[in-house]
């Protein structure tokens, strides 16, 4: 109950993303038992460097000698109870801050659900940090204010790190100033540049933004990437903009669409009505016989049909699928289809797990279709439409 807070929005991550971090994910942000003894500070740091090596450290965790001194004496004075709980909760989360390298990690991951959607394994040495914190603060207890102030000095001495190394922000541009006020989402393009930056000017006209930034990335960005990372902005992705809201267009050039405000070397740009994106509505399921080669539908009977629903997997997409048609099994023709990468992606930020994409075509008969292995076909029952 008490975790229940912290736990929930992972839960509804993996719920609505479907998304669980494998072991290979996991491994790149583990940590190693010599980073427990390398400081990041100026006064241990080059010494620790000299010592350790740079291979065989991740991450600079060693709290401090003037802190790990203070919780072994708060060790020592602390009741059973209080000693119980460091010394267990600390060994722990430094065992599963190591990850996959131990079996014991291996074994939670495969049996406690929650671990899978933890993609920073290092931050678990928060908590002997928490440990040795409650413990030296047990160790000062009760001692005269300048035993207390001296350890607190000595302690802020050891970890100094100063000049600290920050980017500096200039505050929100002219292009997100001048959006204030107006309606509807905002996209910075190419979508793939400065979202840091776009967020922070977000601030001065608080629209919706199709930009964003995470280590996480959903599956419906990680498809809006492929229609806005490019300088240039086809059909497709303006029909895309449309259909999740965007009215305006901030980037240095943006083809097909009306500059309404010009900073130089930031546009802004208004998206004008026309057709949209949509979500890919569910078909009629039919038998689906998955090969090496691609997937096989077999209707049963010669019928009419102009399209072809599928779940999307995460592959490449494609805007000209090799589709075939044959009412026999026999005899095969080409049948010229396109698959709409907008309607996919809207129907992802709808459905991230289980977002469909579809293959249209004008309206043939056929009682077989065969699919090749280059479109992003999740394995499943496919569905047609007529």
Known sequence: MILWPAARPYFRVREFQGQEFTLEDVSGSATTLASYASPGTRLW?????????TEAVTEALFPGLAALL??????????RRYRAVALAASAVAILLSLGPETAVYRWIYEHVVLVRAVRVLS????????ALSVLAGLALSGRRRLAVLLALAAMAAESSNLPLRLERYEGPSP?????AGRSGAVAHLPLSDDNTWHMLDGVAHWRPLVNG????MPRPFDRALEMLAGPRLDAEGIRFLRG???THVVAGEAEGLTVVADFGGERVFEVPPGPRAAPVDAGEPVPTLWTGAGALVDLGAPRRLSGLVFELADGPWVEAPRLQRSLDGQTWDDVAATASLADATLSLYRDPRRGR???RFAPVE???LRIGPEVPLRPGVLEILP
């Open 70 to 79: 203070l919780g072994l004496a708060g060790l020592a004075v602390a009741p």
């Open 175 to 179: 292009a997100a100033r001048w959006l």
């Open 213 to 216: 930034n995470s280590a996480f």
């Open 45 to 53: 740091g080059p010494l620790a460097q000299r010592q350790l090596g």
């Open 244 to 246: 999740v809201g965007v």
């Open 366 to 368: 056929a009682r077989f």
């Open 123 to 130: 931050r678990f040495a928060l908590v002997p940090v928490l």
């Open 357 to 359: 994409g579809a293959l």
